[in-house]
């Protein structure tokens, strides 16, 4: 009998990471997503959801899920190619697809599913996938249920995706395909990759293009049509979009869009989209009011953007560097883990809710407390946040 201890590793594993602090210490929201909102029973001022457009609770997408439930009751009952393909699903996809310009979209059950199930199927063996070194975790997780070759280059460095190509095309034998793949708004710095000249490097080699537009949606581009129209390239530059409903568009959901034989293909090989249940049709409704909604009050992505432009300027004016930052998300470099999870607690006392990101999302010495700006902030909020962060900058003796 070997004196092994199936399961003693739970709880040492767990105790180290108390120790080194690292675990998640779950905050609980009591009601909706707001920017004023209760957080662990204090009101507070929300600064770091990624409800961008605080569509979550718009009454358009509420009363569109009541409504779905009454009509279409609470569940779909069976994965989509099987029994589970309601009107509604359609209809989303279609909705989605002319929001985003493209031939076709598929709506995945979250934006991780979409990247899981749909990377595997666009590289395997023989084939190589170049990926930046910052991208996201579902990206990586894609990447590694495929059997292609990996290569990363430098966060948003040109110069160094030209080398990997370069170096790539000397591989014997030929690649028969290359998938170029990348975020398109970094979430811990909040910067743009470089998507035009990625396409151009991917199209001088015949490679695929594959954009993760998550924090680029409802953000960037026209009416927050995303990356690809912030870029105003085309299909042809950028062959696959994802995106997912879980952030701008305020409800849950993945999705890519692109050609209708990328579609066509994603809806037979997908195994995360085959395999497992659809959406109920409260969140599928919600999702089409949320496209909806991006359609015809393009009044929340421009208040974003002022909001988004006020703050930075203000932190900035204060003495904070804001690092990358060139989009809704804006980092507060604060420097030492500790420093970092201290000026969290005392937003906190003065009731603003902003989370530290450190080691290991970010380099030990790069802690930061990461902002995500909100349509619905008002300037007297911006001014109060601007406020608490002068107040503690100094106290710490940051600023
Ligand atoms: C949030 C996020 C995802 C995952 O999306 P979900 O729909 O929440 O599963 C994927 N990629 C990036 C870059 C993200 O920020």
């Known amino acids: 009998m070997p004196s092994r201890d199936p399961v003693g590793f739970l709880g040492s594993e767990y105790k180290g990471l108390v120790e080194a602090e ?4 779950l905050r609980v929201l009591q009601g909706p ?36 439930v009454k009509t279409h009751g609470a569940g779909s009952g069976s994965v989509r190619p099987i029994a589970g393909n309601m009107d509604l699903h359609m209809e989303l996809e279609r909705r989605l697809a002319r929001f985003k310009d493209a031939e076709a979209s598929l709506v ?3 934006g991780f599913a979409a990247n899981s199930g749909l ?33 990363v280059y430098k966060h948003c460095d040109v ?4 080398k990997v190509m370069a170096d790539a095309e000397k591989h014997i034998p030929a690649y028969r395909r290359i998938l170029v793949i990348s975020d398109g708004v970094f979430s811990m710095d909040g910067d743009i990759a470089p998507l035009d000249s990625i396409a151009k490097i991917a199209r001088a080699h015949g490679a695929m293009v594959y954009v993760d537009d998550a924090h680029g949606e409802g953000v960037l581009g026209e009416g927050g049509r995303g990356i690809v129209s912030h870029f105003r390239l085309g299909r042809n530059d950028v062959h696959v979009e994802m995106g997912t409903f879980s ?35 409260a969140v599928v409704a919600a999702c089409i009011a949320a496209v909806d909604v991006l359609e015809t009050e393009p009044q929340h992505v421009r208040s974003l953007w002022a909001n988004t432009d006020y703050f930075r300027k203000g932190i900035q004016s204060l003495g904070f560097d804001t690092g990358k930052s060139q989009t809704p998300i804006v980092p507060v470099m604060i420097g030492e883990s500790g420093a970092a999870k201290r000026f969290s607690s005392l937003l906190f006392e003065m009731n603003m809710f902003a989370l530290p990101i450190v080691f290991p999302m970010v380099a030990r010495d790069k802690a930061r407390i990461r902002t995500i700006m909100n349509a619905a902030l008002t300037r007297a909020d911006l001014d109060e946040a601007l406020g608490a962060f002068e107040k503690i900058g100094k106290k710490l003796g940051l600023v």
């Open 33 to 68: 997503s707001t920017t004023r909102c209760v957080v662990d029973g204090k009101q507070v001022l929300m600064l770091c959801s990624n409800n961008y457009l605080s569509l979550s609770n718009h009454p358009k997408l509420k009363a569109a899920a009541i409504d779905a």
């Open 247 to 281: 952030k701008a568009f305020g409800v849950v959901g993945g999705h890519i869009s692109g050609s209708r034989d990328l579609v066509n293909y994603a809806y037979n090989k997908s195994r995360t989209w085959l395999l497992s249940g659809s959406h109920p049709p």
């Open 119 to 151: 990377i595997p199927q666009l590289a395997d063996e023989g084939d190589l996938i170049v990926s930046d070194e910052l991208n996201h975790g579902s990206i990586i997780d894609g990447v590694r249920l495929s059997k292609a070759d990996r290569a």
């Open 159 to 162: 110069a160094d995706l030209e």
């Open 108 to 110: 995945y059950q979250t």
């Open 22 to 25: 690292l675990d998640w210490k």
